[in-house]
């Protein structure tokens, strides 16, 4: 099996993706309303489903692996729930009461996929649960102190605490806890008492810049986000923050593998790994090194073969604009491909190339 | 397509103005007296470093706390012409091995003004700045210049 798995899926950009349990299917934005399912077909995708419901970009897909629900955000206000329906092979959607004025950002199933977080551009998180009464997705708002768009999320393995990235050069940790849905969760380091909207951690980088991304160590004790000013910072219960200026450009999106490990990509379309060493956290290595460049022999001998062979000039055939990196544009999202007792083996990308790329740690 | 005109942000009072945006990104507003007091005592000591041949010590004390703020624009005038008179005065040769003496916050800042120097050309000469420039991006990478483009800190 060859390490590194590449499917172009589309040719303008991917604005997010999320993969069934099994990874059998995936679900793609193909940057504009529409929702395409993919199913794995051999070597490559064949798509399967379509769903249009919205009516603008879609910004953000996750699809809960227990229930087999999808959830999507968008930027024309609307978040739906998809639901299979085994009869008519469909997917049906519900929408969701989100009281939203301005677009969404991005949406996130909470790990006991009972509750989902929506983040938005209407200063607001819309943390929505079903409410059996009547039997519809509501939604509760987490408001305060935030001042911007809120631009990423990642929940807590309790279901309750949810880290949120903004605009506004903060990453917060906020209790998103539902009285009704949630049971009252047992104390952890953010804190014990964890009423609705309670700010459990408030942290900046320092020189400003919109905190693009936000993800939970595996334990929950740490929070990782990294901005637009090329600074990745690991913050802890209290205030603790630890921060690593980038000579790189910034990153978009980071997950943790391990406790002591963080893999992070964006506009250096490479992931980049972080390692937890003695002396604290620092770059460990960049993932994809980019391959060199097979430069032929341009010899009139090749030219004049290749038009003899192939019908085309040997200078069209020398692709010079493609890059050495497997990516060929900015990396927006990183999702955990497969994991195995709580550490990440396998991760994909996605990003405006329109590549969905799968990396096996151990063989890189 | 007038509409596009509206400051439709105006209309909303939850708006985040630019002093405001320069606290979230961590700043301490100092009064601009306090700050044009300082900047003075620092250019003393920048002139007495610089005489005596100490050149390193001149750029890391030129740079260091500078008069972050809305209202401190006297200040950071002076400030600016305090580092220009540093860097103009460092052979080209020295350069290099200085940037590399500098810390990752103290390479941002002096970042920050290479780029105000080369914002007026009429005052301080872009050569000069264009060559520091050249080899602290070497040193600091890229990140570098992305972390003063968004900082709200200005000098």
């Known amino acids: 099996m060859s390490p590194t798995e590449i499917h172009q899926l589309n040719f303008g950009p991917i604005t997010a993706h999320a993969f069934n349990k099994d990874r059998t299917q995936v679900a793609v934005c193909p940057n504009n309303n529409e929702v395409q399912i993919y199913i794995k077909a051999g070597k490559g995708w064949n798509l399967i489903h379509t769903l249009a419901e919205h009516d603008k970009l879609v910004t953000g897909i996750d699809w809960a692996p227990e229930s087999n629900r999808l959830v999507t955000s968008s930027q024309d206000r609307n978040t739906y729930v998809w639901n299979f329906d085994t009869e008519t092979n469909e997917w049906k959607p519900t929408l969701v009461l989100l009281r939203i004025n301005r677009a969404a950002t991005f949406v996130r199933w909470s790990p006991h996929e009972n509750k989902f977080a929506v983040a938005s551009g209407a200063r607001v998180i819309a943390v929505c649960y079903f409410d059996e009464e009547h039997n519809w997705w509501t939604s509760k708002h987490l408001k305060k102190p935030i001042r911007s768009t809120v631009l990423s999320l990642d929940w807590h393995p309790n279901n309750v605490l949810l880290a949120a990235g903004s605009a506004d050069f903060k990453a917060r940790v906020f209790s998103a806890f539902i009285k009704g849905v949630d049971q009252k969760p047992p104390p952890t380091a953010w804190g014990d008492k964890l009423p609705f909207n309670t700010i459990c951690g408030e942290f900046s980088n320092g020189s400003g810049g919109w905190i693009h991304c936000v993800a939970f160590s595996p334990s929950g004790d740490a929070l990782a986000f990294s901005g637009h000013d090329s600074v990745i910072s690991i913050a802890y219960p209290g205030g603790a923050i630890q921060s690593v200026g980038l000579t790189s450009l910034p990153y978009l999106s980071l997950i943790w593998t391990s406790e002591k490990n963080i893999i992070a990509a964006g506009y250096d379309f490479t992931p980049v790994l972080f390692e937890n060493t003695n002396e604290g956290w620092k770059l460990s290595r960049v993932i994809d090194v980019g391959k060199k460049k097979v430069v032929g022999e341009s010899t009139a001998f090749n030219m004049f073969r290749d038009w003899d062979t192939k019908g085309i000039s040997s200078r069209s055939n020398n692709d010079d604009s493609e890059l050495n990196t497997i990516h060929q544009n900015t990396i927006t999202s990183i999702r955990p491909y497969s994991v195995i007792h709580g550490n990440v083996k396998q991760f994909s990308t996605s990003g405006l190339d329109g590549k969905l790329v799968i990396w096996d740690l151990e063989s890189l | ?155």
């Not at chain 2, 260091?64 to 006297?74: A, K, L, N, Q």
């Open chain 2, 1 to 155: 397509m007038s509409f596009r005109s509206f400051d439709i942000d105006s209309l909303d009072e939850d708006i985040l103005a630019q002093d405001e945006l320069f606290v979230f990104s961590n700043g301490v507003e100092i009064t601009p007296e306090n700050a044009s007091n300082n900047v003075k005592t620092k250019g003393i000591e920048v002139r007495n470093q610089l005489t005596r041949g100490d050149t390193a010590n001149a750029l890391i004390t030129a740079i260091e706390s500078p008069p972050y703020g809305v209202h401190t624009i006297d200040a950071k005038d002076q400030n600016t012409k305090i580092v220009m008179d540093v860097l103009n005065s460092i052979k080209a040769t020295d350069i290099p091995s200085l940037v590399k003496l500098l810390s990752r916050e103290q390479q941002d800042i002096l970042m920050k003004y290479i780029y105000r120097g080369m914002s007026s050309p009429d005052l301080y000469n872009s050569t000069v700045l264009l060559n520091w420039h050249e080899k602290l991006t070497e040193v600091a990478g890229v990140g570098c210049i992305v972390r003063v483009i968004t900082d709200r800190k200005t000098v």
